[in-house]
Every structure is written in C-alpha cells, then in structure tokens.
Nanobody, 122 residues
C-alpha cells in the first residue's frame, strides 16, 4: 500500500485543520492506519489510529477530545480532524499502515506516507 498525507498548513492557536491520508494499492480498511507526529528534536509520537476491519479507534491522551479520526472506504481515505490546536501540536504529521496488533509503536508500522507540516502559531 502507498500512503500520501496532505492538508497541513499554518493555523492560529484554537483553530482547526483536517489532514487526509490517501491510500492506493490496497483498501484502506485492510490495514490499521495510524497517525504520528514528530517535532524537531523529539521522537515520533503516536497521535491516534483506526484499526483494520471494524475500525475501533484509539487516541493519545494529549489529543483525546480534540482530534478525531475517520475512515472513508469509498474514497480510500483516512482523516485526522484536529480542533483546538495549540502551539505544542506543531509538528510534521505522518500516516502509516500496519497489520500488527500493536498500534501505538511506530516500529510496528511497515508503510509510511510522506509527512505534512502543521504549524500552530499566531
């Protein structure tokens, strides 16, 4: 599967942004799709993921209640809707795919899209 993340940009604190992860080559529902982010000098951090098949969703505590993941099977897309954005959310955001059970560890993901930069600043 090939993945492509898009939708990043500059947004003011308190604002919203919607990222998309487009999958090609296989149905997006055949994989657990995770969102990760990485800011300079920090390790890649789990943001959230939607499991293959049934689509149960897990979020990092830092984004719970602010970020929402959704899957569109018809368009073969996974979205990351981000609201109440804060400067600490500034990072390059990546989507990735795995068939592993563990969804919070980036090492479990085999396929990665290129990142999309989200900058939260006034």
């Amino acid at each position: 599967v090939q993945l492509q993340a898009s939708g990043g940009g500059l947004v003011q604190p308190g604002g919203s942004l919607k990222l998309s992860c487009a999958a090609s080559g296989r149905p997006v529902s055949a994989y657990t799709i995770g969102w990760f982010r990485q800011s300079p000098g920090k390790e890649r951090e789990f943001v959230g993921a939607i499991r293959q098949g049934g689509g149960s969703i897990a979020y990092a505590d830092s984004v719970k209640g602010r970020f929402t993941i959704a899957r569109d099977r018809a368009k073969n897309l996974v979205y990351l809707q981000m609201t109440s954005l804060q400067p600490e959310d500034t990072a390059v955001y990546y989507c990735a795919a795995t068939i592993s059970v563990g969804l919070r560890d980036p090492k479990n993901y085999n396929y990665w899209g290129q990142g999309t930069l989200v900058t939260v600043s006034s």
